[in-house]
């Protein structure tokens, strides 16, 4: 079976960072995203790792350890925009499980 | 259109009646994804087509539940007999070959069941 683990809420002021844990345990482990999604709206693919090691995309960047079976989203110079809830996922056995979500508070 | 489309928006049936829902994924994306997510909840992984292939079927949450894929474009999510606890937000996605590529969301389509 598979599960991870996340925390449930992060709050934050704008311009600091926040770096959000996902742990998991997994058979047949291919990768692990991330998910943005905003209240009443439809998810956003924010980034995958397959392989060990940070991937950066402008203000947010995710981390991979696949010996440690880890991984984080970090999210920099926040913005009140950044408010969502974020859902790790990893892939393996051709499913895809997700984390309960770590909802994000940017405060002015 | 350019991105995933579902149909319908929202759908409001009876307990115990089958319901049908369609998702058009970006043309050329070869991978298609169904979740499910209730009503304050996370995202549950339904299924995965890459063509028209699913190679797990297991995610579906019942065997009231079945997904096919035609010509490697338009799938269709059925649910027969429908309960209360399908009540949700299905949402379906699209990605170019699968695996970690960008997944694209359709609006998804509200089911509630009375």
């Known amino acids: 079976g598979q599960s991870l683990e996340q925390p449930s809420e992060v709050t934050a002021v704008e311009g600091a960072i926040v770096q959000i844990n996902c742990t998991y345990q997994?058979?047949?482990?291919?990768?692990l995203s991330w998910y943005q999604q905003h209240d009443g709206g439809a998810p956003t693919f924010l980034s995958y790792n397959a392989l060990d090691g940070l991937e950066e995309t402008g203000r947010f960047s995710s981390f991979l350890s696949r010996s440690d079976s880890y991984g984080y989203l970090l999210l920099q110079e926040l913005q009140m925009k950044d408010s969502a809830s974020y859902f790790c996922a990893v892939w393996g056995d051709y499913k895809l499980s997700f984390g309960a979500g770590t909802t994000v508070t940017v405060r002015a | 259109g350019a991105g995933v489309s579902q149909s319908p928006s929202n759908k409001v049936t009876e307990k115990g009646k089958d319901v049908e829902l369609r998702c058009d994924p970006i043309?050329?994306?070869?991978?298609l994804y169904w979740y499910r997510q209730s009503l304050g909840q996370g995202l549950e992984f339904l299924i995965y087509?890459?063509?028209?292939?699913?190679?797990?079927k297991s995610g579906l949450p019942s065997d009231r539940f079945s997904a096919e894929r035609t010509g490697g474009s338009v799938s269709t999510l059925t649910i027969q007999r429908t309960q209360q606890e399908d009540s949700a937000v299905y949402l379906c996605?699209?990605?170019?070959?699968?695996?970690?590529?960008?997944?694209?969301f359709g609006p998804g389509t509200r089911l509630t069941v009375l």
């Open positions: 997994t058979s047949g482990f291919y990768g």
């Open positions: 043309s050329g994306h070869t991978a």
């Open positions: 087509f890459q063509g028209n292939s699913a190679p797990d």
């Open positions: 996605a699209s990605s170019l070959r699968g695996g970690g590529d960008t997944q694209y």
